[in-house]
């Protein structure tokens, strides 16, 4: 498949609308979360996996409006991602589940991972949350977009030799490696890139590559630090990115960065000359949905900022 042309040349059982005439999405879009997607969580997960549509099925009927020409923002979009494994089967002939067991886990030796739904009889890892007094375990919690992570389980090992195949070419080429991991987007130069899949970060002068994803009662966080040849992975069965959970993460990345390269003096902070009224206003994310109930996430993601 071309990383430039419309999807829809591939698409077959449903159309993505051309919302934006002359810009269509692209798998490049997609693979960049640049497609301009809204970010709609309305219907999403059921607690029984055994009513889950099939992932045509759900992609033609749960699609979310096109909010952004594509290439504007980079937003980030399960749908895209899970749009994005779709085309790999139609392309393949294959289940998403069936080509990523076949070239990815095989060939890598990752003989306990999965990403078919529903997850496989096998022993898992119970997931907590904490609900103000104890530690519970939340209700089951089952998605339809295995490509953008839904029910993918894997073993810590496991996860070891797959930092180790994006470090070291082998199964995946150094050609492919550096596409994957390179910034192929960025809002604005002087910010972090995404890639193709991967977003970047910046941590004691080193460039880390990264993938992280929670769901309830797990947080995960995959890191790449190329430069030094090293991967981490951080996995818990508590949290999600947000208070306590998103701090350990931080403190325990920050640790080991600071083993492998101890972080230089922070510099002066820098005074702004000139008026700096221009950047007065109140800022929302980007990801948020616009047409249903749940964009009343917009009302407490703000922040405003004033210049004195």
């Known amino acids: 498949m071309s990383l430039d042309a419309d999807v829809n040349t591939y698409l077959k059982s449903f159309k993505i609308p051309e919302t934006f005439p002359g810009r269509p999405v692209t798998l490049f879009s997609l693979l960049t979360h640049t497609a301009g997607f809204e970010d709609r969580v309305y219907r999403m997960f059921t607690p029984r996996d055994e009513k889950l549509p099939a992932l045509a099925e759900h992609l033609a009927n749960e699609m979310?409006?096109?909010v952004h020409p594509p290439g504007e923002f980079a937003v980030y979009s399960n749908y895209g991602f899970a749009l994005a494994g779709y085309l790999v089967e139609l392309a393949s002939g294959q289940s998403?589940?069936?080509?990523?067991?076949?070239?990815?886990?095989?060939?890598?030796?990752?003989?306990?991972s999965s990403v078919a739904l529903p997850t496989?009889?096998?022993?898992?890892?119970?997931?907590?949350?904490w609900d103000g007094s104890a530690q519970v375990v939340p209700p089951a919690n089952f998605g339809p977009e295995p490509p953008a992570g839904d029910g993918n389980v894997a073993t810590p090992a496991d996860m070891g030799r797959y930092l180790s195949a994006n470090l070291v070419p082998g199964t995946f080429s150094r050609p492919l490696l550096d596409r994957l991991h390179g910034a192929r987007f960025r809002n604005d130069p002087r910010l972090p890139g995404m890639g193709f899949g991967f977003s970047e970060r910046e941590m004691n002068g080193l460039r880390l590559v990264e993938?992280?994803?929670?769901?309830?009662?797990?947080?995960?966080?995959?890191?790449?630090?190329?430069?030094?040849?090293?991967?981490?992975?951080?996995?818990?069965?508590?949290?999600?990115?947000?208070?306590d959970a998103a701090a350990v993460t931080f403190k325990a990345l920050k640790a080991f960065?600071?083993?492998?390269?101890?972080?230089?003096?922070?510099?002066?902070?820098?005074?702004?000359?000139?008026?700096?009224?221009?950047f007065e206003g109140s800022y929302n994310n980007t990801r948020l949905d616009y047409d249903s109930f749940t964009k009343v996430r917009a009302l407490a993601g703000g922040v405003t900022v004033t210049a004195r």
């Open 257 to 278: 960065l600071d083993r492998l390269q101890p972080a230089a003096p922070s510099p002066a902070p820098v005074t702004l000359g000139g008026d700096v009224s221009k």
């Open 211 to 243: 993938k992280t994803g929670d769901s309830p009662g797990f947080l995960s966080v995959l890191e790449l630090i190329p430069e030094k040849n090293t991967g981490v992975y951080l996995v818990f069965n508590g949290g999600a990115f947000s208070g």
């Open 96 to 112: 998403y589940a069936d080509y990523v067991r076949q070239h990815v886990f095989e060939p890598l030796g990752m003989k306990d």
């Open 120 to 129: 496989p009889d096998v022993p898992l890892a119970t997931g907590y949350r």
């Open 64 to 66: 979310p409006n096109r």
